[in-house]
């Protein structure tokens, strides 16, 4: 990690695959629906899981969609850490959470079962649709840095001024050269 310390008023964070592990849950449902057992999160090493995994699309989409449309409902588990250290910057300013998702609501209701509400009350949820951009959405909540586990996102973020920082998964490796977190101690540690 070499980003330089941050205010936890400064940053933002992507939900899955940095807050939430939705690979765990992909694989889990994979695996319980499809019969595909034998997946390892390391076998996933492009953000588009379709062109690293012998699945078909439409698998794929299905399981996806099941975990955006209903992440209580499918298991969805938080990165270890992340509920904790939420918590422990939700405390020194609001924190910001800024998702690819088209919709809210399935994270708000998951955030409702993983954190207690006076630190949900410090939570803002931005579901923006679309992965490219972030940038317009990140300065619009006056963040100056953000967290998020594709790596095209982050340089593009980057390259618009903003400090980004990688969370380190399978599929981001040796696709860029910017500041990474390895686990949410680290980020606890970022956050001055």
């Known amino acids: 990690m070499t980003a330089r310390p941050l205010h936890p008023a400064e940053i933002g964070f992507d939900f899955d695959g940095v807050i939430a592990d939705t690979v765990e849950a992909f694989l889990r449902l994979a695996c319980e629906q499809y019969g595909r057992c034998d997946l390892r999160p390391e076998h996933i090493t492009h953000f588009l899981v379709e062109e690293c995994l012998a699945m078909e699309a439409e698998v794929v989409e299905s399981i996806f969609l099941a975990i955006l449309r209903d992440s209580v409902g499918a298991g969805l588990q938080p990165m270890p850490g992340a509920v904790e250290v939420l918590s422990e910057l939700s405390g020194r300013a609001p924190v910001t ?17 993983m954190f207690p509400a006076p630190v949900r009350q410090r939570l803002r949820v931005v579901a923006m649709g679309d992965h490219d951009d972030k940038a317009r959405h990140i300065r619009q909540a ?7 586990d594709r790596a095209e996102t982050c340089v593009q973020l980057s ?12 599929w981001n490796r040796d696709r860029h050269n910017l500041p990474t977190v390895y686990s949410w101690a680290e980020i606890r540690d970022l956050c001055l």
Do not use: K
Not at 101 to 112: F, M, N, S
Not at 142 to 148: E, H, K, P
Not at 159 to 170: K, S, Y
């Open 159 to 170: 390259q618009a001024g903003l400090d980004a920082i990688v969370f380190a998964q399978p």
């Open 142 to 148: 006056g963040l100056t840095a953000f967290i998020d």
């Open 97 to 113: 959470i800024i998702t690819a998702r088209p919709e809210a609501e399935p994270v708000h209701r998951w955030l409702e079962e």
